[in-house]
Nanobody, 124 residues
């Protein structure tokens, strides 16, 4: 079991930046692949970024490449999402998720643990 708590969301103007954090507790954090997903009203949850257990492998959705950076600190049991050059279309509820096993996954159904989400609103 692992419990995930996101923080760092808020209201920001287009072109601005936010840094999301996801703190994990419970089972050893370094055993999980960690992902960030987002869901806008009326839309399906979509993949944003994923990082391997060691941090050595990373993958991004095309829509955020070059603007978002995922990282993790296994000593602090925390995964981060640095979001720069934010656009109105980035507005969504952002969730971190944990997946058992070593494979990098982008499909929400392959993640067994989820946080409660943090809202990001980008005003244009």
């Amino acid at each position: 079991q692992v419990q995930l708590v996101e923080s760092g969301g808020g209201l920001v103007q287009a072109g601005g930046s936010l840094r999301l954090s996801c703190a994990a507790s419970g089972r050893t954090f370094s055993t999980f692949v960690m992902g960030w997903f987002r869901q806008a009203p009326g839309k399906e949850r979509e993949f944003v970024a994923v990082i391997s257990r060691s941090g050595g492998s990373i993958n991004y959705a095309d829509s955020v490449k070059g603007r978002f950076t995922i990282s993790r600190d296994n000593a602090k049991n925390t995964v981060y999402l640095q979001m720069n050059s934010l656009k109105s279309e980035d507005t969504a509820e952002y969730y971190c998720a944990a997946s058992v096993g070593g494979a990098i996954r982008t499909v929400p159904s392959t993640y067994g643990y989820w946080g409660q989400g943090t809202q990001v609103t980008v005003s244009s």
